[in-house]
């Protein structure tokens, strides 16, 4: 990726397809920018990044196959590099640091992530093997097939297991299953006018209208409600307003993963 995207642009731009690869720029600018900075993220978030990328892939590929392989040994063996470093470094990262740092997360999720790290490099390996026999569609295969076994351990083994570490998930569930009609959900702080600064996986997971409050008069006033309501807010939020809400009959219902869930009235 990194060498088809430097070849694109350089060529491109001698070539005169410069609005080619404005288009490619901002779209992938846009897109990755945006999603980058929103509070929660989800893995199909990033898809619209594909469509723009493949192009450029493609277009190397086909200049691969077409022209002596001779002439793009270099990039490609520059490019070969750098994924084997990368990998070698995540698998240290993931043995050296997450395994002592992060035993609960280890235990659950790290041979899982060994075996796909693995996967990539034992693809790679023939993939590099096949490049330096000069059999390109060899390698472009093996690449195929090593993308296809990372995306089914992923879809089947790990993302599944991160379910468990997503805290707003767990509160989302807590609320829904307690909800009642005309009960409200807030989001502390947030705020109405922008987006921004709400947790959106609260509103994904709970599928319901979310107040957004931004103030601690605002959520005084919220938790205050004759009727059920439910709030969320980091630990940090709940320990700078604890003393506020103390003038107020305020119920911790839960408290997960750096998250409390509020609410103006006890259990049912």
Not at 66 to 94: D, E, H, N, P
């Amino acid at each position: 990726m990194p060498y088809a995207l430097v070849r694109f642009f350089k060529k491109g731009w001698k070539d005169g397809e410069r609005k080619k690869i404005l288009l490619i720029l901002i779209w992938f600018g846009v897109v990755f920018v945006f999603f980058s900075s929103a509070k929660s993220k989800l893995p199909g978030y990033i898809l619209p990044l594909y469509p723009c990328l493949a192009p450029v892939v493609g277009k190397l590929w086909s200049e691969f196959f077409s022209q002596r392989i001779q002439a793009y040994k270099g990039g490609m063996l520059l490019s070969f590099a750098l994924f084997f470093s990368l990998l070698i470094s995540l698998l240290v990262a993931v043995v050296l640091i997450a395994k002592p740092t992060f035993p609960v997360e280890y235990e659950l999720c790290g041979k899982d992530i060994i075996l796909v790290i693995s996967g990539l490099i034992i693809g790679g390996v023939f993939s590099l093997l096949s490049l330096l026999y000069k059999k390109p569609s060899l390698c472009l295969g093996i690449m195929v097939g090593a993308m296809c076994f990372v995306t089914w351990a992923l879809a089947e083994h790990v993302l599944p297991k991160t379910e468990f570490f997503k805290p707003t998930k767990v509160m989302a569930s807590e609320i829904t299953s307690r909800l009642r009609p005309g009960e409200r959900i807030g989001n502390y702080p947030a705020s109405e006018k922008n987006f921004m600064t709400f947790n959106p996986s609260l509103v994904y997971y709970t599928d319901q209208p979310v107040v957004g409050i931004e103030t601690v008069d605002c959520l005084m006033s919220f938790l205050g409600s004759e009727e059920r309501v439910y709030c969320l807010m980091s630990e940090k939020s709940y320990f700078r307003v604890k003393e506020n809400l103390s003038q107020i009959p305020v119920y911790v219902l839960r408290r997960e993963g750096g998250k409390v869930l509020l609410s103006n009235k006890g259990d049912r």
